[in-house]
């Protein structure tokens, strides 16, 4: 019997890239990449009209991309009439309804693989977790920060 592994950036990692990928055949099935589910996520979670340049500057912090690339997913969802645009003081991005249902689909999809992915592990456990990969994740922006 081998013993339990230590959690360490190999293990996060497999983590991370096997669950990305079971989200990512859910996020096929919709036409929808990682990177927009991200953007059409942020946009939906303000309930109403986003800055731009929040959206931009939240994709850019979350996702480690520039900000032209967030740009692009940007322009890629405004060209599949899922977000547009809403002049006024300052640039805004707003999910169409179309987007809406894009949205709440994908957030369904993502239902359902949370809940067969973790339905069963320790409520404790999946605690613990979330501290250390929070307390991670800030050691790590901290790093790319430069603090």
């Known amino acids: 019997m081998s013993a339990t592994p230590t959690v360490n950036g190999q293990i996060i990692g497999q983590a991370h890239y096997a669950t990305r990928a079971v989200l990512e055949r859910?996020?096929?099935a919709t036409g929808t990449t990682f990177h927009q589910s991200v953007a059409l996520n942020a946009a939906a979670d303000h309930g109403a009209p986003t800055e731009?340049?929040?959206l931009v500057?939240?994709?850019t912090f979350t996702l480690k991309i520039d900000a032209e690339a967030?740009?692009?997913v940007l322009a890629e969802l405004a060209a599949a009439g899922l977000v547009e645009e809403?002049?006024?003081d300052t640039l805004?991005?707003?999910l169409t309804a179309a987007g809406r249902a894009r949205q709440e689909a994908n957030r369904a999809g993502i239902a359902e693989i949370t809940a067969r992915l973790?339905?069963?592990?320790p409520a404790e456990d999946l605690a613990v977790a979330g501290r250390v990969l929070t307390e991670v994740t800030a050691r790590a922006n901290a790093a790319l920060a430069g603090v």
């Open 86 to 88: 809403v002049q006024g």
């Open 118 to 121: 973790y339905g069963g592990l």
């Open 52 to 54: 731009r340049a929040a």
């Open 70 to 72: 967030a740009e692009t």
């Open 26 to 28: 859910q996020l096929a």
């Open 57 to 59: 500057d939240r994709m």
């Open 92 to 94: 805004r991005v707003v």
